[in-house]
């Protein structure tokens, strides 16, 4: 069993930054493999961000030079740096290991 907690959601203005951290406990995971989700009202959740070794990072066009997955392995910890951030980045972001799913963080982007 897994167990994620998201961290890091809020209010910020159009441009600004924000960073997500994603804690995960439990036994049987590797922090190797890990997304970042995000669902917008109305909308399908999609894919953000993947940390994989090996294999690196990718990261969907619409987040391309502006966000940042990073992982620190001695804390049990992802990590999702967001910048110039816009409106339609507003959401609520899971992070996601395997099967299991955190209970998400909202990140809401003011213009």
């Known amino acids: 069993q897994v167990q994620l907690v998201e961290s890091g959601g809020g209010l910020v203005q159009a441009g600004g930054s924000l960073r997500l951290s994603c804690l995960a406990s439990?036994?049987?995971?590797?922090?190797?493999?890990m997304d970042w989700y995000r669902q917008a009202p109305g909308k399908q959740r999609e894919l953000v961000a993947t940390?994989?070794?090996?294999?690196?990072?990718y990261y969907a066009d619409s987040v391309k030079g502006r966000f940042t997955i990073s992982r620190d392995n001695a804390k049990n910890t992802v990590y999702l740096e967001m910048n110039s951030l816009k409106p339609e980045d507003t959401a609520v972001y899971y992070c996601?290991?395997?099967?299991?799913w955190g209970q998400g963080t909202q990140v809401t982007v003011s213009s």
């Open positions: 940390y994989i070794i090996p294999g690196g990072m």
């Open positions: 439990g036994s049987g995971f590797s922090i190797n493999a």
């Open positions: 996601h290991i395997g099967v299991f």
